[in-house]
C-alpha cells in the first residue's frame, strides 16, 4: 500500500473516530437530559419516543465502529474495498437462486391450480 492510499485510510478512520466521539458525548448528553427530565415531570413524558432515540444514536455508533473495523481490516491488507467482484459473484448465484425457486413456485401453482379445476369438475 502507498503512503497516500495508507494516509486516505488514516484520514477516514481519524473522521470516524471523530464522529463516533461526537455521538457518544451526544448520547451521554441526551441520556443525561432524559433522566432529569423523567425525574422532573415523570409519566408526563413520552419514554419510548425519548429511549427510541437514544436507540437510534446507539446505532448509529455501532455502524461507524463498524466501518472502522472495516477500515483498518482493509488496511492491514485482510480487506479489500475496491474488490466488488465476490459480491458481485454471490448476487448473481442468488438471483439464480431466486429464478429456480419462482419457477418452482410457478409449478406448484399451477398444479394447484390443476387440482382445484379437477375437484369442480368432480363436484367436489
Not at 479489500?80 to 429456480?100: G, W, Y
Request: proline share 2%; hydrophobic share 40%.
Amino acid at each position: 500500500m502507498s503512503k497516500i492510499e495508507a494516509s486516505a485510510y488514516d484520514r477516514a478512520i481519524a473522521e470516524l473516530d471523530r464522529q463516533i466521539d461526537e455521538k457518544k458525548s451526544s448520547l451521554k448528553e441526551m441520556q443525561d437530559f432524559h433522566a432529569a427530565a423523567w425525574r422532573e415531570y415523570g409519566s408526563e413524558l413520552c419514554a419510548g419516543e425519548m429511549s427510541g432515540r437514544e436507540v437510534y444514536l446507539g446505532k448509529d455508533i455501532s455502524e461507524a465502529r463498524r466501518l472502522k473495523s472495516l477500515l483498518l481490516e482493509a488496511r492491514e491488507g485482510r480487506l479489500d474495498p475496491f474488490d466488488d467482484a465476490p459480491f458481485r459473484r454471490r448476487i448473481e448465484e442468488a438471483d439464480r437462486a431466486i429464478v429456480l425457486a419462482n419457477d418452482d413456485k410457478k409449478g406448484a401453482e399451477d398444479a394447484l391450480a390443476t387440482n382445484a379445476a379437477l375437484r369442480r369438475l368432480l363436484g367436489s
